[in-house]
C-alpha cells in the first residue's frame, strides 16, 4: 500500500521542505511555501512503463570503458523550418526533451503547431491541456497546414491516458502544451504545482530517453520572466528555448538558453502574420530602415548574437535637457553601459553631455548584448550632439575601453563578411583584429583605429 506524506515546496525554486518556513533558504523569497501532498510509493510502475512494456524486467546497465563505447553520428529530423533547425543545432535529435518558453500571447502554440504540421513524412501528436479540438483546427486552418495526415491532435492532461494514446498512435514526434495542465496519478497534488511539473517531466524524460522519440513540451514563464516551476525542471530537459518579441511587433526571436546538442547561443527570427509565423532567412535586411537621406544620430553596427552575424541599427538623440538631471533611456542595450560610454566621453574628451538627455534605440525591438556595438553607440550619440549624419554605406565592429582605446571583438571575420554581402563600402574596426587579417579579399575598405580620436577626425573633422 501507497504511504502518502505531505511536504512543503516553495513555489518560486521548488525547495522542499517537511515543514513550513517563512523564507525560502534556497532563493530567499518570503511567504512562497505550500503544502503539497506527495504520494510515495516504491513498488508502482510509471505511467508510461506500464503501457509500453511487456511485464519483463529491465536488464541492469553495467560500466563500459569510454574507448570502447561505440559512437554513432545522430541522425537528426530535419524540418522545413531552417530557423528552426539552427536554434537546435541541425535539427531534431531523437530521444530529445526540449522546452520552450515565453510570454502569453507570444506565439508559442502557434510554433509548435505550425511544426506538427509541417515536418513532412513523420507522424506527429499535438497534446493539449489547454484547448479544444476545435480550437486547435480553427487555429490549423488559419495556418493553411490543416490538411497533413500525419498530425495527431490529443486533448489530455493525465500522463496515464497520455502515454496509452501515445502506445497507440506510435508517434515519431510529440508535443506537449503545456507542461502546467499536466498531471500524474503519481503525485496527489494539483497540476501546475511544483512536484506536479516535476513528477510530469521525469516520466516524460524516461520515455524521451528509452524510446528515442523528441518531446517538445511548452512552460507557463512567472511575471519575473522566468519558467514557471521549480528550477530543475530546466536541468533535466536537453534544450532550453526562449521565444521573445514585444506583442506590439511582429518580429519574434526564438532564443536557445541551453542546448546539449549544439550552441547555446543561436537565434531565429520570425514574421508573426495573419497566417503564421514566417521564418525571417536575412535580419539584417529589416533591422536596417531604408530612407532617402541620411540622418544624424543613427550609425549601423555589426553584431553577433550566438553565431549569427547581423547588421543592426543604433539611434541616438542628444537635446538640451528641460529639466535640472539629465535623462538617460535606452531600449535594447544596457543603460550602465551607455552610463560608462558617456562618462568615457565626458572624462576623456571633453563632451559635456551631463546637461543633456540622452537616448538611444535599437531599431527591430532587438535586446542587443553584444559589446561589439559599443563603437557604433558612441558614433551615433556624437552625431545627434553635433547634428552630422553618418554616411549609410559605413558600418562598426568594437568594443571601447574606459581610456578611449577601442578593443578587439572576436569573429571579426564573420562580421566582414556580412557587411560586404549586405554592400557595405567600409567598415570601422579596432587595429588590434587586423593581426592575422586578410584584407585584400574583401571587397570592402577596413578601417583599422586605435583610438576613438581616430574616429572623431575621420568622421566629424
Known amino acids: 500500500m501507497a504511504k502518502t506524506k505531505s511536504a512543503y515546496f516553495c513555489q518560486n525554486c521548488g525547495y522542499e521542505s517537511p515543514k513550513w518556513m517563512g523564507q525560502c533558504p534556497s532563493c530567499k523569497q518570503w511567504n512562497s511555501f505550500v503544502e503539497e501532498v506527495v504520494e510515495k510509493s516504491s513498488s508502482k510502475v510509471p505511467e508510461w512503463r506500464s503501457t509500453t512494456t511487456t511485464g519483463n524486467a529491465k536488464r541492469a546497465n553495467k560500466a563500459a570503458i569510454i574507448h570502447e563505447i561505440v559512437y554513432q553520428d545522430e541522425s537528426r529530423i530535419l524540418t522545413p523550418d531552417q530557423e ?3 536554434v537546435l543545432g541541425g535539427g531534431i535529435v531523437p530521444g530529445s526533451l526540449v522546452l520552450i518558453g515565453g510570454e ?3 506565439g508559442k502554440s502557434t510554433l509548435m503547431l505550425q511544426l506538427a504540421l509541417s515536418i ?6 499535438y497534446i493539449s491541456g489547454e484547448e479544444s479540438e476545435q480550437q486547435i483546427k480553427m487555429r490549423a486552418e488559419r495556418l493553411s497546414q490543416s490538411s497533413k495526415a500525419n498530425c495527431y491532435i490529443l486533448t489530455e492532461t493525465s500522463t496515464q491516458n497520455i502515454f496509452k494514446q501515445i502506445e497507440t498512435v506510435q508517434p515519431n514526434v510529440i508535443v506537449i502544451d503545456s507542461i502546467q495542465t499536466l498531471h500524474s496519478s503519481q503525485i496527489e497534488s494539483a497540476p501546475g504545482s511544483v512536484s506536479q511539473v516535476r513528477e510530469c517531466t521525469a516520466e516524460l524524460l524516461r520515455f524521451a530517453k528509452e524510446t528515442s522519440t523528441p518531446v517538445f513540451i511548452v512552460g507557463h514563464i512567472t511575471k519575473d520572466g522566468s519558467i514557471a516551476g521549480p528550477k530543475v525542471l530546466e536541468h533535466m530537459v536537453d534544450t532550453v528555448l526562449q521565444f521573445e518579441g514585444d506583442r506590439h511587433h511582429v518580429y519574434r526571436i526564438l532564443r536557445a538558453v541551453k542546448n546539449r546538442f549544439g550552441s547555446a547561443s543561436e537565434l531565429g527570427i520570425y514574421e508573426m502574420q495573419g497566417s503564421g509565423l514566417r521564418e525571417v532567412s536575412n535580419p539584417s535586411e529589416i533591422m536596417i530602415s531604408q530612407r532617402d537621406e541620411p540622418v544624424s544620430g543613427v ?7 550566438g553565431m ?8 541616438a538623440l542628444v537635446s538640451n535637457s528641460a529639466f535640472g538631471t539629465a535623462q538617460r533611456s535606452s531600449t535594447g542595450y544596457d543603460t550602465k553601459r551607455l552610463n560608462m560610454l558617456l562618462a568615457v566621453l565626458e572624462k576623456r574628451f571633453g563632451f559635456r553631455l551631463s546637461a543633456q538627455d540622452v537616448f538611444l534605440n535599437i531599431a527591430g525591438g532587438l535586446r542587443v548584448e553584444d559589446p561589439a556595438i559599443d563603437l557604433a553607440v558612441i558614433v551615433a550619440i556624437i552625431s545627434s550632439q ?11 565592429a568594437g568594443e571601447v575601453g574606459l581610456s578611449g582605446e577601442i578593443r578587439a571583438v ?3 571575420e ?14 570601422f574596426i579596432s587595429k588590434f583584429n587586423t593581426k592575422g587579417l586578410d584584407a585584400k579579399k574583401y571587397n570592402i575598405a577596413i578601417r583599422p583605429v586605435a583610438k576613438l580620436e581616430d574616429i572623431f577626425s575621420a568622421l566629424f573633422g
Open 299 to 305: 550609425s549601423i553596427a555589426a553584431m553577433l548574437e
Open 104 to 106: 502569453p500571447g507570444i
Open 414 to 427: 564573420q562580421r566582414i563578411q556580412e557587411a560586404e554581402k549586405l554592400g557595405f563600402d567600409g567598415i
Open 308 to 315: 549569427r552575424p547581423m547588421m543592426i541599427e543604433v539611434q
Open 120 to 125: 513532412p513524412q513523420v507522424k506527429t501528436l
Open 410 to 412: 572576436n569573429r571579426i
Open 84 to 86: 528552426f533547425n539552427r
Open 386 to 396: 553635433q547634428d552630422i549624419p553618418i554616411r549609410s554605406n559605413l558600418t562598426f
